[in-house]
T-cell receptor
Framework: EVQLVESGGGLVQPGGSLRLSCAAS????????MNWVRQAPGKGLEWISY????????FLADSVKGRFTVSRDNAKNSVYLHMSSLRVEDTAIYYC???????????????WGQGTLITVSS | SYEMTQPPSVSVSPGQTATITCSGN??????TSWYQQKPGQSPVLVIY???KRPSGIPERFSGSNSGNTATLTISGTQAMDEADYFC???????????FGTGTKVTVL
């Protein structure tokens, strides 16, 4: 069974930093690209980052570029979101999600974690 | 940046057909996926590559995509289908995933 478990959320002051982790199990982690998606309270979904299986391709949404980075450790079956210069508008549930393997290329996110809440407030 | 628009809400009677649209420039040239999200839960993939259903997704969920509009259809809608639904596409010009604005489906 595919499982993705996020951790590291909490309350942080504006301008602060935080690292989120996502532990994967139930599949060969090193074969799959991973993503982070966030959802502000009562709002829609916002994709924010992608990392390829070998970390040679990384993409970040414009809203977080220059402040967030993403990394992974295939030996630990984990992906990380490093967040800095946090703003009030970064308050959201952060989900990690697996990129579906498809001959057609990048298509969708087939499994999601339960999410971890980040609250940026003074 | 690429944008996709959905109606904020759709209401449907039990047993009837719910139709949720997703509009974007030349969306038919991209693969569209759909996610269901119930309150307090994570999104669940219900349709990918326009028309395909992941394992475990009921046959009453179907999808289509042509021109500027992708459509998610729920046939014989059940009370358990009440949820938010988001469309999603991949923007190859930026390598970003893009989500639609979301539609709340209410089963009256």
């Amino acid at each position: 069974e595919v499982q993705l478990v996020e951790s590291g959320g909490g309350l942080v002051q504006p301008g602060g930093s935080l690292r989120l982790s996502c532990a994967a199990s139930g599949f060969t982690f090193s074969n799959y690209a991973m993503n982070w998606v966030r959802q502000a309270p009562g709002k829609g979904l916002e994709w924010i980052s992608y990392i390829s299986p070998s970390s040679n391709a990384i993409f970040l949404a414009d809203s977080v570029k220059g402040r967030f980075t993403v990394s992974r450790d295939n030996a630990k079956n984990s992906v990380y979101l490093h967040m800095s210069s946090l703003r009030v508008e970064d308050t959201a549930i952060y989900y990690c999600a697996r990129d579906r393997l498809a001959a057609a290329g990048r298509v969708c996110l087939d499994f999601w974690g339960q999410g971890t809440l980040i609250t940026v407030s003074s | 940046s690429y944008e996709m628009t959905q109606p904020p809400s759709v209401s449907v009677s039990p047993g009837q057909t719910a139709t949720i649209t997703c509009s974007g420039n030349k969306l038919g040239s991209k693969y569209t996926s759909w996610y269901q999200q119930k309150p307090g839960q994570s999104p669940v993939l219900v349709i990918y590559q326009d028309t395909k259903r992941p394992s475990g997704i009921p046959e009453r969920f179907s999808g289509s995509n042509s021109g500027n509009t992708a459509t998610l259809t729920i046939s014989g809608t059940q009370a358990m289908d009440e949820a938010d639904y988001f469309c999603q596409a991949f923007d190859s010009s930026t390598s970003f995933y893009v989500f639609g604005t979301g539609t709340k489906v209410t089963v009256l």
